[in-house]
């Protein structure tokens, strides 16, 4: 398993932006795909963004598409999820995840390594 903790999240207004980032320790980045997972209050944990080991694929949640982008850097095991035009409804906490599976990640069940997650609040 990889370890990882996420940071960069916060209070933003309606229309703003911010990036979260989730670096990972313990085992070889590279060989895992990510996704980034969020979690409103009262609701289930949803799928946002899914990247591949390499970077060439990713996925995105419909809620999200044209207005988020996931990338990450090998070098510095990192995964960014940078977030424009943010909605009230786009607060929640976001948790990545790791899992050397893209079906898996993609699926959202059964992944190997979360993080704790970061506070995510769009609001006035």
């Known amino acids: 398993q990889v370890q990882l903790v996420e940071s960069g999240g916060g209070l933003v207004q309606p229309g703003g932006s911010l990036r979260v980032s989730c670096v990972a320790s313990?085992?070889?980045?590279?060989?895992?795909?990510m996704g980034w997972f969020r979690q409103a209050p009262g609701k289930e944990r949803e799928f946002v963004a899914a990247i591949s080991w390499n970077g060439r694929s990713t996925r995105y949640a419909d809620s999200v598409k044209g207005r988020f982008t996931i990338s990450r850097d090998n070098a510095k095991n990192t995964v960014y999820l940078q977030m424009n035009s943010l909605q009230p409804e786009d607060t929640a906490v976001y948790s990545c995840?790791?899992?050397?599976?893209?079906?898996?990640?993609?699926?959202?069940?059964?992944?190997?390594?979360w993080g704790q997650g970061t506070q995510v609040t769009v609001s006035l």
């Open positions: 995840a790791a899992d050397e599976s893209w079906g898996t990640i993609i699926a959202g069940r059964l992944i190997g390594s």
């Open positions: 313990g085992r070889t980045f590279s060989s895992y795909c």
